[in-house]
């Protein structure tokens, strides 16, 4: 951490892959200076609770409380309401182990009273022992909408019902044009002693797509004074860990380091990528800095190492490097 530089920190975040970062910028990163919006067009209505995937992969995972195994839900789970749900015939496709139930059942009856998902997630954080702040992308409901080669499906539907097999065709984030940034969001990311912003090694079509779609947070990130630095999420043409390469084939971006980093041309400060994907972004002639460095998070000293080495990218950049210049490890 400087201590005489630029203390904040805020993370673009959806869910496994960026908790990983996440988790590993909150070792390094003292809990009042980092804050981290999370994707929340993954969120859905399922058994009349409102379900925020995203929002609850970072609190588990910042709480120490994650299924590792999973990527999603509670490690010290039971699955007790499940079984009974099955026994009498209920919807069975989505699994709400038995204290996750508590998450979605409070959020749902504080959202009917009319409460903010941002406060309602920020108190809920705070229970579970969660130092950094989490802040949903909007507190209006944005859902993604999946159109395939199997019809137009609710995002949940095709990830976890389907499993991701549908052909995607095209995405919608529904509801995205009445969201906004959140008034906390706005002032994280237009403080002056802002050090970086990170988009995480995330899906870039179904996870930080939606958030920077919410409308005035594209140009807030644009406008504000620190570096942006992103993640890539592929390695090798290969993503480690869900869809996201199918996704890039299936509509036709091709799954390459370079390819996500052309989504985020206009916001980057610089973008890390695997030694071997170095030379396609170094060759697409992108005017940011290429840095390459481990980004395969196996432990969480790969977590907490990657996270140095962007904040360490973020400050070389800021302390003179041009855009266009090569980052060196
Ligand atoms: N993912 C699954 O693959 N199967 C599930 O049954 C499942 C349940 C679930 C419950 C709560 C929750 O917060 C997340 C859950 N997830 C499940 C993960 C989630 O749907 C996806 O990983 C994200 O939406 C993608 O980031």
Not at 40 to 54: C, Q, R
Not at 186 to 211: G, Q, Y
């Amino acid at each position: 951490m400087t201590s005489t530089g630029p203390q904040k920190v805020v993370a673009l975040s959806g869910g496994i892959g960026g908790a990983k970062l996440a988790l590993g910028l909150s070792r390094i990163v003292a809990p009042e200076h980092l804050t981290i919006i999370a994707n929340t067009g993954d969120d859905f209505e399922h058994l009349g609770l409102a379900i925020s995937p995203d929002i609850d992969t970072l609190k588990y995972t910042l709480a120490g409380l994650a299924n590792a195994e999973l990527g999603w839900g509670r490690g010290d789970e039971t699955w007790n309401f499940m079984a009974a749900l099955r026994d009498i015939g209920g919807e069975d496709w989505f699994n709400l182990g038995d204290r996750d139930l508590a998450i979605h059942v409070e959020r749902t009856h504080r959202l009917a009273a009319g409460e903010r998902l941002t406060t309602i997630t920020k108190d809920i954080a705070r229970s579970l022992g969660v130092g950094p702040s989490i802040l949903p992308m909007s507190d209006s409901p944005v859902r993604t909408c999946v159109e395939s080669d199997q019809g137009r499906l609710p995002f949940q539907d095709y990830f976890v019902r389907l499993k991701c097999a549908p052909v995607v065709k095209a995405l919608e984030f529904e509801g995205v044009e009445d969201a906004r940034p959140s008034p906390e969001i706005e002032r994280a990311l237009s403080d002056p002693d802002l050090r970086a912003v990170i988009i995480c090694p995330s899906n870039p079509l179904i996870s930080i797509d939606p958030i920077l779609a919410v409308p005035g947070m594209r140009s807030a990130i644009a406008n504000c004074k620190a570096p942006v630095i992103a993640i890539s999420p592929i390695v090798a043409g290969k993503a480690l860990k869900g869809p996201t390469a199918k996704m890039l084939d299936e509509l036709g971006f091709g799954a390459t380091a370079s390819v996500v980093a052309d989504r985020y041309r206009d916001l980057l400060s610089a973008y890390v990528v695997e030694a071997d994907d170095y030379d396609d972004c170094l060759n697409a002639g992108f005017p940011f800095a290429i840095e390459a460095a481990r980004t395969i998070m196996t432990s969480l000293d790969d977590r907490e190492a990657l996270a140095r080495t962007v904040l360490a990218t973020a400050d070389r950049v800021r302390d003179g490097e041009t855009r266009t210049e090569r980052v060196t490890v």
